[in-house]
């Protein structure tokens, strides 16, 4: 057994459940709540009415019991719920990975996109199923839930990208989607200041 692979690690076969968003075998499982999302919709101040009472569930992710470790390649599920806040779409927190290296994202079921931004340039993938979203080393990247059903997307990274979430917090995504008459709408990113006060 070559010693890179620490601890070993055997040939697995992963199942996953779309319609239950789960893995076989399991790994560890994921639940944001809105109240989990504090800086990241454009009205905070609707994110804290909406944690301080039914604080949904906004997104899960399912892995597999892959490890995040240099050389492996883990995979997850991730489900977005349907909605808006303010009208601005669902999305997941969004991550930087310290780490800088590629990452690619299958769509399984609904629609959606990927919003990207290298610090400079913003970019949008729309994500039907079966397109994969190909994320270059350095780009930022949220997912964004722009259907009225579930939208879910199998994830595959290199173990040790790490994911830097306080870089999308602290530096933003560029631009922000919302919902329009004829489908998403791409915003200029901006902050609620009054609500952050």
Known sequence: MPSFLAPPLAPLRIVFDSPAATAEPAGPVLVRRMSSLEGLFEQEGLRRQLADGPDPIVYTVASSPVPELPRELPQ?????????????????????????????????????????????????????????????????????????????????????AGHDYQWVVENGMGER???????PVRRPFRVDTQAIA
């Not at 989607?177 to 489908?183: D, T, V, W, Y």
């Open 177 to 183: 989607i919302f919902r329009g008459p004829q489908g």
């Open 76 to 160: 997850s599920i991730t489900t977005i719920a349907p909605g808006t806040l303010g009208g601005e779409f669902y999305m997941t927190k969004g991550h930087q990975h310290p780490d800088p290296q590629g990452e690619i994202y299958l769509c399984l079921r609904g629609t959606g996109g990927l919003l990207t931004f290298d610090g400079t340039t913003t970019s949008w993938i729309e994500m039907t199923p079966g397109v994969i979203g190909y994320m270059p080393p350095g780009w930022a990247h949220r997912s964004v839930n722009t259907g009225d059903d579930e939208y879910q997307f199998l994830a595959v990274y290199p173990g040790s």
